[in-house]
T-cell receptor
Framework: AQSVTQPDIHITVSEGASLELRCNYS??????LFWYVQSPGQGLQLLLK??????LVQGIKGFEAEFKRSQSSFNLRKPSVHWSDAAEYFC???????????FGSGTRLSIRP | DAGVIQSPRHEVTEMGQEVTLRCKPI?????LFWYRQTMMRGLELLIY????????DSGMPEDRFSAKMPNASFSTLKIQPSEPRDSAVYFC???????????FGNGTRLTVT
């Protein structure tokens, strides 16, 4: 069975600073990996996904993530954060048929003015 | 497209009462998911359907929980009898499957007193 770990519960960064949110997964085969963002009172929105090919994937809102098989990681990055990026971020992994999607516990991002 | 529609948006009920949450997926989406979100446990997958058939209900907490999908445009999640520990936000999501992104509803915030 697949599982996801997001070791950081809450991160605060200054506006304009770079960001990296950590995600580690566990799955026996090649995983399908996702990052979603949740704004208060809303459902989740897809930022980006990795299925195969280039291990560096680009997403919406200037986010990118890198798949590192040797480290079982799929960290999310952004070179310069904006106040509007404050939200909860979830990493997710899907099974080989990409149908069962399991989420990590989330990382809450706060932006310091 | 109206997106995934969940009702009610908020539900407050007393312990022991039956609660029914409703979901209308996006037309054409073959997969439907029910998730529960709490501070303590994060976002948990309860059950998911493919073409109206339950595929994996291993996340359903106990027999008090049941979910149905009588047709491609409607699903319910029922709790009977409800307990205070069921208080959470319940999300419905749908997708085309095979790695396509999940589209989430805005959730139902359930409070059991």
């Amino acid at each position: 069975a697949q599982s996801v770990t997001q070791p950081d519960i809450h991160i605060t960064v200054s506006e304009g600073a770079s960001l990296e949110l950590r995600c580690n997964y566990s799955y026996g085969a090649t995983p399908y990996l996702f990052w979603y963002v949740q704004s208060p009172g809303q459902g989740l929105q897809l930022l980006l996904k990795y299925f195969s090919g280039d291990t560096l994937v680009q997403g919406i809102k200037g986010f990118e993530a890198e798949f590192k098989r040797s480290q079982s990681s799929f960290n999310l990055r952004k070179p310069s954060v904006h106040w509007s990026d404050a939200a909860e971020y979830f990493c997710a992994v899907a099974n080989s048929s990409a149908s069962k999607i399991i989420f990590g516990s989330g990382t809450r991002l706060s932006i310091r003015p | 497209d109206a997106g995934v529609i969940q009702s009610p948006r908020h539900e407050v009920t007393e312990m022991g009462q039956e609660v029914t949450l409703r979901c209308k997926p996006i037309s054409g989406h073959d997969y439907l998911f029910w998730y529960r979100q709490t501070m303590m446990r994060g976002l948990e997958l309860l059950i998911y359907f493919n073409n109206n058939v339950p595929i994996d209900d291993s996340g359903m907490p106990e027999d008090r929980f049941s979910a149905k999908m009588p047709n491609a445009s409607f699903s319910t999640l029922k709790i009977q009898p409800s307990e205070p520990r069921d208080s959470a936000v319940y999300f419905c999501a749908s997708s085309l499957g095979q790695g396509s992104p999940l589209h989430f509803g805005n959730g139902t915030r359930l409070t059991v007193t």
